[in-house]
């Protein structure tokens, strides 16, 4: 009689190996990682940043990345409630990203568009850590932090690898933008996964 088979009889244990994830909460993962990737795909964001008159580079990211980013990751973490959901989140909107396009346009080198991984995936560590570990500190600062961790790896891979650096005058206010528009992500995707808990409940 193997070990398996007596603790069976016994009824002592029970052995059943689930997936940490459920069908569901993938769902919920990729489809909120399809619409950040696609928001920062298809909305003419450099447009708007050059028509405000601020420059590049990733402006954009730096006054629409707690909307385009931020509260996508935000939400999955909030809604599917389990760790790692906010990391793999992030690597999916960097893979969707870079299915639709490189990173920033940049073909050269051609390993480029791995610093969208580690941009995105610095956002999705940074968001995780703040709400499992940091929760009391989680809305002062994971949205802006987050967002800022992103713009800085974007904007030295860019600086390092086509000498094109923010304008010193611009970078500093980028800074605190950023950190305001990662907070207001934070903040809309708390709002949005209070609607959704409401409507169900």
Do not use: D, Q
Request: charged fraction near 10%.
């Amino acid at each position: 009689m193997n070990i398996l088979y007596a603790v069976n009889v016994f009824g002592e244990l029970k052995m059943e190996k689930k997936a940490y994830f459920t069908f569901h909460e993938w769902i919920i993962i990729i489809l909120l990682a399809l619409i950040s990737a696609l928001i920062n795909s298809y909305i003419p964001i450099k447009e708007i940043t050059l028509h405000i008159g601020i420059p590049g580079p990733a402006a954009g990211m730096a006054l629409f990345g707690g909307f385009i980013f931020v509260l996508w990751i935000s939400l999955a973490l909030n809604i599917v409630k389990k760790k790692l959901s906010g990391i793999i989140t992030s690597i999916f909107i960097a893979s969707f990203c870079l299915l639709i396009h490189p990173w920033y346009g940049i073909v050269s080198p051609s390993w480029f568009s791995v610093y969208a991984i580690f941009a995105l995936l610095s956002m999705g560590i940074i968001i995780e850590l703040f709400n499992f570990y940091f929760y009391s500190l989680k809305t002062l600062f994971s949205g802006g932090v987050s967002n800022l961790s992103c713009l800085i790896i974007t904007w030295l891979a860019i600086g390092i690898h086509t000498n094109r650096w923010i304008p010193y005058k611009y970078g500093i206010f980028l800074v605190f933008i950023a950190f305001i528009s990662g907070n207001i992500g934070l903040l809309l995707s708390n709002h949005i996964k209070n609607f959704i808990v409401r409507s169900v409940y």
